[in-house]
């Protein structure tokens, strides 16, 4: 009786075990995709604004008030580096800690 016990507990927290990295991984590449398409967002705004303007957006800030980009802060921090306004700036997104 305790052997059976004893499997079906180890199967258990097997299975939950199993449960929680799928879980987590799935949430893992969620975060990833949303990050991507934020970035992308980035780059599709600031090509818009050199496009039409003639120079890449000086920040982040200029694109959410003249092309309609949405950024959550809450949630990503953003390295918009810019060398130059005819020089296509460097985009890196990060996902700040503890924040879905």
Known sequence: MKKHSFTAITFILLFLLFLY?????VNIRRDNEKTHILEDAIIRSAVQAYAIEG???????????????IVDHEKYVI????FA????????????????
């Open 21 to 25: 990295m799928s879980v987590k991984n």
């Open 55 to 69: 120079f890449y957006p000086p920040d982040i800030e200029y694109m959410e008030n003249n092309y309609g980009l």
């Open 79 to 82: 390295s918009y580096n810019i």
């Open 85 to 100: 306004s005819n020089i296509m700036p460097e985009v890196e997104i990060f996902l700040k800690i503890g924040k879905d």
